[in-house]
């Protein structure tokens, strides 16, 4: 399996099954490590979408009850997953990230932790399940996300921003969704 970026770098490439798997796999061994229930524990991102272009690196959403509260030993079992928090400053939001190595160049997966079924986990799954079920924006975002490498912009902030427009486009569907 190749999975891993380095520090910054954007590239995509082909849907592999194997993320599936990957995902899974990684689950289950939250699960086993920490007090998290199977439920908690979604497969997002573009390797979630069958089918898309993506930049391989597996994203896992784990919703806790409160953010305010998790304590050290929760921390201590995803280390022992192989997972490191980042000193990301998102709201309503903990990274973490686990690398390939010890050398901690090459990222592979991460965490968002969030509330469970508050705002950020219900816009995370909600987009994914939009993409999932449209094949036309499905379409759409990956023909975005190929015409950034054409723009000179470079790093993953570019390539969020780059993104953002379409991504608020298809939340503002949520409420009509509803």
């Known amino acids: 399996m190749n999975i891993g970026l380095r520090n910054d770098e954007v590239i995509l490439v082909p849907y592999e099954e194997i993320w599936r798997t990957e995902f899974e796999k990684t689950r289950e061994e939250l699960v086993a490590l920490t007090n998290l229930k199977s439920h908690q524990i979604e497969h997002i991102g573009s390797t979630s979408i069958e089918g898309i272009r993506a930049k ?11 953010l305010a509260y998790l304590e050290k030993p929760f921390f201590k079992a995803l280390m022992q997953a192989g997972f490191y928090r980042l000193r990301v400053e998102r709201p309503d939001e903990i990274v973490c990230a686990k690398f390939m190595d010890d050398t901690f160049q090459i990222k592979t997966h991460f965490i968002h932790i969030v509330q469970y079924e508050g705002e950020k986990w219900q816009e995370l799954l909600f ?4 993409l999932r079920a449209n094949e036309e924006a499905k379409k759409h975002y990956e023909e975005l996300k190929q015409s950034f490498f054409v723009t000179g912009l470079q790093g993953i902030a570019a390539y969020t921003d780059y993104k953002e427009d379409f991504v608020r486009s298809i939340l503002a569907r949520r409420g009509e969704e509803s």
Not at 56 to 66: K, M, S
Not at 127 to 130: D, T, V
């Open 127 to 130: 987009f994914r399940n939009y």
């Open 56 to 66: 391989p690196i597996i994203d896992l959403l784990v919703g806790v009850g409160d």
